[in-house]
């Protein structure tokens, strides 16, 4: 009894000479090897389904998610500037005669609310540049999600809140996640 998969004598419609090495998990069309894209599950993808998944439904958003998250970034590296510069003023007493204890309590706070904000500003910008290229699909995650962090100011928990649930309901797409797991590994130039 031959026990051959259904496939064997399949051909790509792409390549009619060409044997299929598998059919598609989404359509079903069969793909001979150079059609054919892995998904990271295990099957594989026709290059129709694959385009689809790369540009298609939530994947088209992932631009708009990469500058709303640079935008953030930038803003939240802005405040953490800002709350630095503060901390300088505090260090050379610009704030006026202050009682010493008090002057060294406000640059505390400044200072370590800057380098806390910088942090998080770099960690989006970074995120947003990840998102473009659909990497580190764990590390984009975690960079929204450290948005939530700020949430000590008045200012950046709002947009960084609508941030975070607009970034999670595009990135837990199956597609989305999916495009980010088919990305090719970036060119490394020397």
Same mark, same amino acid.
């Given at each position: ?76 590296? %802005? ?11 505090? %260090? ?79 990135? %837990? ?16 130039t020397s």
């Amino acid at each position: 009894m031959d026990h051959a998969p259904e496939h064997a004598a399949a051909r790509c419609p792409q390549h009619p000479e060409a044997l299929a090495v598998g059919a598609c998990a989404r359509c079903g069309t069969f793909a001979c090897a150079a059609c054919a894209h892995p998904e990271p599950g295990g099957g594989l993808r026709c290059p129709a389904c694959w385009q689809r998944a790369r540009t298609g439904g939530f994947t088209s958003q992932l631009p708009v998610l990469s500058t709303l998250t640079f935008i953030n970034g930038a803003l939240v590296l %802005l405040l953490g500037l800002f709350s630095v510069g503060v901390f300088i003023a505090f %260090l050379f007493s610009a704030f006026g005669e202050r009682d010493p204890e008090e002057r060294d309590l406000g640059a505390l706070i400044y200072g370590g609310a800057g380098l806390f904000y910088i942090l998080i500003g770099a960690a989006q910008l970074y995120a947003g540049a990840l998102i473009r290229r659909r990497q580190r699909y764990r590390t984009v995650i975690a960079a929204l999600a450290s948005g939530l962090l700020t949430a000590f100011t008045c200012y950046c928990i709002i947009p960084s809140l609508a941030l975070f649930i607009y970034g999670l309901i595009i990135l %837990l797409n199956k597609e989305v996640a999916d495009s980010f797991d088919a990305a090719p590994p970036p060119a490394h130039t020397s």
